[in-house]
């Protein structure tokens, strides 16, 4: 397979359509870009992610462009799949997890210039988009909403065998396609969103990846300051997860 020059492509292939997200989904990519080129997409779609997340508006016209396709889906993560990532993988019929992945669902995000009543009507519009966000992996996972929403609200990171054992994916692959595992380094070179619990044990991983030097000591309060900073303020008054 040749190396992936975009952070949206699409192959067909003898059958089947692959389909790779590896980007900020709505920055990156949006869903019209996806939609153009899902265009005289074959039977069989092998969606390949390894995103931070992104536009929970463009997340949500993606899943309908590929629903409208009628294909038999198999989403693969093959770095990461957080925040509206994951949320997309849940469109697939079936979801195999790279053995060194990461899966996260959260609350909706979002920020707001304005007065009391502009925020409060912010909150509010959070708060449906969670709702909508909690039926989703209820249907992907088959738990309760009630778990469903303890997960979403703790901000909750999950291993590849963790996410397997909650419904999430069906089947762990030992050895993930090493062009796409670019997720876990986005968190530090690219990921502009403030996530609060990565998991410690993923940082060397990350480092790692991305052959960040041994002198350069990385620790999660240091790569949430690095995430902060990399925070634009074209972000305010859209609302992300």
Known sequence: MGKIKSKLEIKNKSGVTEV????????????????????????????YISSGGGSVFSGWAMMSALKR???????????????????????????VMSETGLFMLHNASGGVYGNKEDILKTA????????ILIKTYVKG?????????????????????????????????????????????????ENKFNYKNIPDDKISEMKETMKVSDKNTMTKESLSEMINSL?????????LI
Do not use: R
């Not at 005289?40 to 092998?46: A, P």
């Not at 925070?231 to 609302?239: A, I, L, Q, R, S």
């Open 20 to 47: 790779y997200i590896m980007g900020v989904i709505g920055w990156d990519f949006t869903e019209a870009d996806l939609i153009e080129q899902l265009k005289g997409c074959e039977d069989k779609i092998d969606l």
């Open 69 to 95: 396709t009628g294909s038999d889906i198999t989403a693969y993560i093959d770095g990461i799949a957080a925040s509206m990532a994951s949320g997309i993988a849940m469109v697939a019929k079936k979801v």
């Open 141 to 189: 996972s088959g738990k309760t909403e009630k778990e469903i929403t303890d997960m979403m609200a703790a901000e909750t990171w999950l291993t590849s065998q963790e996410a397997l054992e909650h419904g999430f994916v069906d089947e762990i692959q030992d050895e993930p396609n090493a062009e796409n595992c670019v997720g876990n380094c986005q968190l530090i070179a």
């Open 231 to 239: 925070k634009c303020k074209d972000y305010y008054n859209e609302e």
């Open 124 to 131: 509010q519009v959070l708060e449906k988009i969670d709702n």
